[in-house]
């Protein structure tokens, strides 16, 4: 479940096409009584997307977190498989949407619990208020332990402490192939239908993804906007995310919570590639 939708500037197309297709149920519901029936025993519809807080579910006060920015026509979930994935972070301007109660990573904690304990979270959240730009393979200037944290990063660090392990996204890489290219590449799922991955970044699945997005891309024959897939080491992404949180929070202990992942997303409607998507499918 992807909880908000980010169209960053490094993005190629918009996420939201993607975030909708992952709430569909999958392949399965769809081709007999059999194959409904097995994907009904692990999934179900969820009519509506809501924070589940006083009156929802049997959670504290400070889960009851609302943000405007949701799925919010319903959903399938399958808590075997599918964790919990918040792309929203605090330089949002949340003043366009319905007042806010709780704490985001706090419901995000609940929810992952409400599943199977996994969840994910975006690198931004950690790094704003500590400079843009942070060359974080320098030495920390100065000690930590005796600054006061910032404005909000107590609730966060309890937040993040209720869970023994996050995902934390250092980068969103958007593949666009059609679906059926997608089902035969054995990348996505049974069927092609896992349309958004978080992927461990030390796992070999990173490098066949990351292969693929490239491939993608170097068979269009013109794109509107051209990912960068310049890649950092999992050693050196693990040393970074540890030391940003360190200088967020403070707190050793955090950074031996959080594994790096890069988030893969499907897009079969080719909206970066110039080209219909016929007219790829016959040049790639």
């Known amino acids: 479940m992807v909880y908000d939708v980010d169209e960053g500037e490094d993005v190629p197309c918009t996420l939201y096409s993607t975030s909708r297709s992952n709430a569909r149920p999958p392949l399965l519901t769809r081709i007999c009584r059999e194959s409904r029936r097995v994907a009904f025993a692990a999934g179900k519809w969820v009519p509506k997307l809501e924070w589940r807080g006083a009156g929802s579910f049997d959670g504290p006060r400070e889960a009851d977190w609302e943000t405007g920015n949701v799925?919010?026509?319903?959903?399938?979930?399958?808590?075997?498989?599918?964790?919990?994935?918040?792309?929203w972070t605090a330089i949002y301007d949340i003043d366009f949407g319905p007042p806010i109660s709780g704490h985001p990573l706090t419901t995000l904690a609940q929810e992952a619990k409400r599943l199977n304990?996994?969840?994910?979270?975006?690198?931004?959240?950690?790094?704003?208020?500590?400079?843009?730009?942070?060359?974080?393979?320098?030495?920390?200037?100065?000690?930590?332990?005796?600054?006061?944290?910032?404005?909000g990063r107590p609730d966060d660090l309890a937040a993040l402490k209720l869970l023994p392990e996050w995902m934390v996204v250092v980068r969103v890489v958007v593949i666009h192939l059609d679906l059926r290219r997608a089902a035969d590449s054995g990348l996505f799922g049974l069927l092609g239908d896992e349309i958004i991955q978080v992927v461990?970044?030390?796992?070999?699945?990173?490098?066949?993804l990351y292969e693929l997005a490239e491939t993608c891309e170097r068979g269009a024959s013109a794109v509107t906007c051209a990912q960068d897939f310049t890649r950092m080491s999992a050693d050196d992404m693990d040393a970074m995310?540890?030391?940003?949180?360190?200088?967020?929070?403070?707190?050793?202990?955090?950074?031996?919570?959080?594994?790096?992942a890069i988030m893969f997303r499907l897009c079969t409607q080719m909206c970066n590639h110039i080209n219909t998507p016929k007219q790829e499918e016959q040049n790639v």
């Open 71 to 87: 799925i919010d026509r319903g959903f399938w979930e399958d808590a075997s498989r599918d964790s919990t994935h918040m792309m």
């Open 117 to 151: 304990g996994s969840a994910s979270f975006m690198l931004d959240e950690m790094t704003i208020g500590i400079g843009e730009g942070e060359p974080f393979d320098d030495p920390i200037p100065q000690l930590f332990d005796k600054i006061p944290l910032d404005k």
């Open 200 to 208: 461990d970044a030390a796992s070999p699945l990173v490098s066949q």
């Open 241 to 260: 995310v540890k030391r940003v949180a360190f200088k967020t929070f403070h707190d050793p202990e955090i950074g031996k919570r959080l594994r790096l």
